[in-house]
């Protein structure tokens, strides 16, 4: 079933259209996949929501195929977009020789708001540590607070942080002091705590480390001796925090069991050296409703997202600053923790290679047509949710070569809703058509009057690397030593917005049965889908006959 507000109803009539791109490649350590481009001479087409294929007809498409194909692959980063989305132009760095207009910017200090002047553009840290601290009359607005917690870890750790608060706190309000000022006092409590609470909610992960705790508690103790209900508050506080660590230690723990079962069997798929059907079900066998899948793939996802902290998006691009006079990142490579976006992208390369292996499995054309039919609907269906991830997961599994080169099968099959889909997602104009759609969605989301249209779920690789590029296209710091501060608020929106998707709850019934096969059914590697494809049609010029050859030796064992 469609959901009763389309995603085309929201889309805005405008949107800034960056710099033309052709194809997106690796970030960090990210596999990401190549994309098809589409002619430039087609007509644009704005598929969504409910209205997405009214009036298309299920015509055979003759001698349509798949071109340009691409995979799942891990490639350098050196090729990247010039721009990414949202990247304001007022946050690009000057060109050498070029004379900033301003002269940057030293927040306000303690006791005046944010809001009180001009927007913090740059400052020292030590100005921006002081901005953070609250005091009896001033608590910092909840946006400077997300984007420097986020942000300050590439400066400094946050157990380093977090007691360079409590020092200030201690020496502003005279807390090691005796008697202490119970009026003032009894006023600075609540901000601090609030403040603590704002952290430990926001970024449970920090406080892993016990002198974290350790801190929380020291501070509350100085204040303690003036309301003991201070300490209740922290035992709350710390107590949810404790539930919080919980559920990320229980997250990783299952995404470590299910890449253990997914790579067992899959090894399991590549022993067998071949592909007779009682190895596996197939998916139809499983679900055959495109929008059932649908649901439980978007269970999949909100899943692996529900994991991700927003620390993560800004470890997983962290460099070292050559600015910075520090010799020593703030956090080595063991304890950049980026396990959990690390999961989510080989979840969509394990979908992709899912869905070409579904395909180029059966014998028979026919049924083979009849998947990719299948999985057209079920890309539809997850548009029409807001699931782009794994929209776009199909597209490129559909879309890698050993698929793509079945020209006999996609002659059978009817795919004029899949060159709609596959347009949505062009990567030209930086993925525009894409950034219309998802800017639709999120219009839908934040007026929405149920969990079914609140969901948004963004093409997660395209989002890292947007990050990415804000991070490389400006320096961490100004050659005066301030802190960039325009570039994390930017960065802070960037990854607030995701924060916002990824707590919605999924509004769709659980089906264990297809969640466990889209987590454990075996998949082929390259090379077994190449020579399953080669099975299924024959080698079309000699390049194909030898690396069919050279397969079945290989792979089969067989000369």
């Excluded at 403040?195 to 449970?204: A, D, H, M, Y």
């Excluded at 016990?210 to 309301?227: F, L, Q, R, S, Y």
Aim: hydrophobic share 35%.
């Amino acid at each position: 079933m469609p959901l009763s507000r389309g995603i085309d109803s929201c889309v805005s009539s405008s949107l800034s259209s960056p710099p033309p791109t052709t194809c997106f490649e690796d970030v960090w350590l990210v596999r990401l996949v190549h994309c098809v481009s589409v002619s430039q001479d087609e007509t644009v087409v704005t598929p969504s929501g409910t209205h997405l294929f009214t009036g298309i007809s299920r015509s055979n498409d003759g001698d349509q195929s798949v071109v340009l194909p691409g995979m799942p692959q891990t490639v350098c980063s050196s090729t990247m977009f010039t721009t990414p989305s949202g990247f304001s132009p007022h946050l690009a760095c000057a060109e050498p020789g070029e004379e900033e207009e301003e002269a940057p910017q030293e927040g306000p200090g303690p006791g005046s708001s944010l809001a009180d002047g001009p927007p913090i553009t740059s400052a020292s840290l030590d100005t921006l540590i002081q901005n953070l601290v609250p005091t009896a009359d001033y608590y910092p607005e909840k946006a400077y607070v997300f984007t420097f917690l986020l942000s300050a870890r590439l400066f400094i750790p946050p157990p380093e942080l977090l007691a360079r608060v409590c020092e200030l706190c201690i020496k502003q309000q005279q807390l090691d002091q005796s008697p202490l000022d119970t009026a003032k006092v009894r006023k600075f409590g609540p901000k601090i705590l609030q403040l603590l609470t704002e952290w430990t909610e926001t970024f449970p992960s920090d406080f892993r480390e016990e002198k974290m705790v350790g801190h929380v508690k020291d501070i509350i103790h100085k204040i303690a001796p003036c309301d003991e209900e201070y300490w209740k508050t922290l035992n709350q506080v710390l107590q949810k925090l404790s539930q919080r660590l919980a559920m990320i230690s229980q997250g990783e723990e299952s995404i470590v069991k299910v890449s253990l079962n997914a790579s067992s069997i899959s090894d399991k798929l590549v022993a067998f050296k071949t592909k007779p059907p009682p190895i596996q079900k197939d998916i139809l066998s499983i679900c055959n409703d495109p929008y059932t899948l649908a649901q439980q793939l978007t269970h999949v996802e909100l899943e692996h997202l529900r994991h991700i902290g927003p620390e993560e998006f800004v470890q997983a691009v962290v460099q070292k600053d050559p600015l910075d006079g520090t010799q020593q990142p703030c956090f080595s490579d063991q304890k950049k923790k980026t396990s959990n976006l690390e999961a989510y992208v080989r979840w969509f390369n394990r979908l992709c290679y899912l869905v070409a292996t579904e395909i180029c499995m059966p014998g028979k054309k026919k049924q083979r047509a009849q998947v990719i039919e299948f999985f057209i609907d079920v890309a539809r269906e997850c548009f029409n949710i807001g699931n782009f991830n794994s929209l776009m997961a199909i597209i490129s599994g559909m879309n890698m070569s050993p698929v793509s080169r079945l020209k006999k099968t996609w002659g059978k099959a009817k795919t004029a809703k899949f060159f709609i889909l596959e347009h949505q997602m062009d990567p030209t104009g930086n993925f525009y058509n894409y950034r219309t759609a998802l800017r639709g969605a999120a219009h839908r989301s934040r007026t929405a009057n149920s969990n079914r249209e609140r969901i948004v779920i963004p093409f997660f690789s395209l989002l890292i690397k947007d990050i990415y590029f804000l991070n490389e296209g400006c320096a961490n710091r100004l050659p005066n030593g301030h802190v960039n501060f325009e570039k994390f608020v930017e960065l802070a929106r960037q990854v607030g917005e995701f924060m916002t998707w990824k707590q919605v709850e999924c509004p769709f019934e659980e089906d264990r049965a297809i969640l466990h096969y889209l987590h454990t059914a075996p998949i082929f590697s390259e090379d077994g889908l190449y020579l399953a494809s080669y099975e299924s049609e024959s080698p079309e010029n000699q390049v194909e006959k030898d690396r069919w050859k050279a397969l079945r030796s290989n792979v089969l064992g067989k000369t």
